[in-house]
């Protein structure tokens, strides 16, 4: 091995370090910095969209949009290098999340005159997926999406009969009301439906009848009770896997999976040997 082949594996196993893993001061150093900037851009999105800010500030607001896009520019292009796959990382949702928020800034300036595309405020407001980014530095994200892909059964169970409660509700409230009072189809009356129980009440649809209104009063109760039902559900997942999981972070260097645990041998999502050891 020649030394400047050592030396670029030195560099790209010490930039893996910092930028994948979160577990090190120099990771977690990286992690905070990285949030910081996230935080920073989100807020000059938002001062950009207002005409009066915008107006006034445009230039001061243009530069610090650009500074950040060449920070996430700079950081997605180390990631990519330092990735061991990086065809796999560049396909991942962190990866396409990492595009993203540099993507639309390049676009408007090849772009800004494209009347298919409304306004080239439709590229700008994409940048408020940089928010996304977050998710990869909080590792209980991490939790909240296990526990949510592990319910995702019973949700969709729970989901299921709501849907049917809501088609039958529905469907009998176009019967009772009709059309003379705002019910005019049952389409319309599963969206009346589904605002009930969901105990919006927009108000846009409501019942005339003594016995709609006794149909919408049920519904009303019964959305109390529905509401409750994912949200239980969840967290007694997240709560199995609390103890199940310890509260330590690994990345896997072959599929970037950061939901491990310290101790862990293999990868759970792609059976890759992991480090046993771990530097601080």
Known sequence: MTLETHQAGTLKHTLYK????????????????????????????????????????????????????????????ARLYCAQDRKKYALSFFGI???????????????????????????????????????GFLSEYTHLANALAASRR??????????????????????????????TSIPISIYWAITTMTTVGFGDITPKTDLGKFIASTMMLMGWGTLAVPTGIVTSEMTIRRHKLDTGNMTCPNCMANDLTIGDKYCSRCGSNLPSERSS
């Open 154 to 183: 019973k949700i969709l169970v729970f989901l299921s009969v709501v849907l049917m409660v809501v088609m039958v509700m529905g469907t009998l409230m176009y019967v009772v009301e009709g059309p003379e009072h705002g019910f």
């Open 18 to 77: 910092v930028i994948f893993e979160s577990d090190t001061n120099a990771g977690r150093t990286f992690d905070r910095i990285l949030i910081y900037f996230i935080l920073l851009s989100l807020v000059v999105v938002m001062l950009d969209s207002v005409q009066s800010i915008s107006d006034r500030y445009h230039s001061i607001l243009s530069f610090l949009e650009w500074s950040f896009t060449l920070i996430f520019t700079a950081e997605y292009i």
């Open 97 to 135: 999340i990492d595009l993203i928020a540099v993507l639309p800034t390049y676009l408007a300036l090849f772009f800004p005159e494209l009347h298919a595309l409304i306004d080239v405020r439709v590229l700008r407001l994409l940048r408020i997926f940089r928010i996304f980014k977050l998710t």
